[in-house]
């Protein structure tokens, strides 16, 4: 089996196929420790698109995660698939869209709807509608096989963030993807659609997961790998 990562560093390989979730996650994880080498699923020639079959953010998660590990499983001896999967959740339509958020517009059989599409639909719903309170939910899953004490150690894991905002009556900002112009961020007192990708990784529903993520991680590590990979991590 070969890695192709240096030979002290663990290959993490972001199981997803959505290019601007990339764009958020590899330089959160990037900056967080020098002990990975960060994949997306371009980098290693996988196009193989799984499908969300599972009725919960976690549930499509681990299904990710687990579905890009079993692909990897006899090219790299040891490493980890991280997978999430996000949902908006909005009061005044009972959690709708929810784990079907990125499903949410109606089209055609055999399309997806577009990042427009989905916008547009959510708008519609809410027209006249007050309390426009709401939340984005995310939960990175984390499938892997490390080395320890001359063994493999095989772990899953998930970790949730959240961040509450409310929906806007119209878009504001072209910056982001998904429902980021339309989620306006208590926190923050605009839209992610009008911040920029290090602004909304310091306060975004994906990045708070992450961090949980990789604190989680690295404890693992520290229980169960050889000494030389326990360096205390950047930023934790």
Known sequence: MSS???????????????????????????????????YALSDLGITREIEETETTLSGNALLKADTIFALLEQRFAFFITMADDTGLEVDAL????????????????????????NIRHLLLRMQGIKKRTARFR????????????GNAFGFRHTAEGVVEGSITE??????????????????AEKTYGEMTIAEKNRIS???LALL????????????????????TPPGL
């Open 4 to 38: 192709g990562a240096s030979p002290k560093t663990i290959p993490v390989v972001l199981a997803t196929g959505n290019p601007d979730k990339v764009k958020e996650l590899r330089p959160i994880l990037e900056q967080i420790s020098p002990l990975f080498t960060i």
């Open 138 to 149: 995310t939960v990175i899953a984390m499938k892997g096989r490390i080395p320890s004490g």
């Open 205 to 207: 529903h994906r990045s």
């Open 94 to 117: 009972g959690g709708e869209p929810g784990v079907l958020s990125a499903r949410f517009a109606p089209v055609p059989e055999g399309t997806k709807p577009s990042y427009e599409d």
């Open 170 to 187: 119209e878009k504001k900002g072209d910056l982001g993807f998904g429902y980021d112009p339309v989620f306006h961020v208590n926190s």
């Open 212 to 231: 949980k993520a990789s604190a989680a991680l690295f404890e693992i590590m520290r229980s169960h790998c050889s000494p030389e990979n326990q360096d």
